[in-house]
């Protein structure tokens, strides 16, 4: 049995970001928004801008990123950037006025985590900041959160 946690050795920026296809007819308005998210994130690995790592989420006329980056600075720099600048005109333009689509972002700084992974391939906060065996110390969620304030102090 594979059982791992994140390596907790820096704070990260989760970002999480999504959209809602509300009128499943009106394909020309919501297609582009749908398709602009893979270049971005394309984008981002390629210019090595601060995103560490993401995940995609596919549901029912949704699609949800959990995004981890580098820091706040380097998320918000990259949203001012032309690539994410000329989706959100034009996602102004046509998608926001007609209700077609709906998106969402929330971002949160974190500066203690803990996790845990057990036989799955590495994801998530582990994919983002690098993954180690859980020791005998680990076992506990309790034990990780303990573990991260004391080095956070260091």
Not at 13 to 34: D, S, T
Not at 89 to 109: D, L, M, P, Y
Not at 113 to 122: H, K, Q, R, S
Request: proline share 3%; glycine share 4%.
């Amino acid at each position: 049995m594979k059982r791992v946690i994140a390596t907790p050795n820096e704070d990260v920026v989760v970002f999480i970001i999504g959209l809602r296809i509300n009128r499943l007819r009106a394909v020309r308005k919501w297609l582009p928004a749908v398709q602009a998210m893979t270049p971005m994130i394309k984008e981002c690995y390629e210019q090595k801008v601060g995103l560490l790592s993401h995940e995609m989420l596919v549901g029912w006329r949704s699609v949800t990123l959990v995004q981890y980056w580098r820091s706040s600075d380097a998320l918000i720099a990259y949203s001012h950037g032309n690539r994410h600048l000329t989706a959100w005109k034009q996602f102004n333009q046509s998608a926001r006025a007609s209700h077609a689509v709906g998106i969402f972002h929330e971002t949160f700084e974190i500066s203690n985590y803990e996790t845990m992974y057990v036989n799955l391939p590495t994801r998530g906060l582990a994919k983002a900041v690098g993954e180690s065996t859980i020791q005998k110390h680990q076992e506990q969620a309790k034990d990780r959160l303990a573990e991260r304030k004391v080095s956070a102090r260091e």
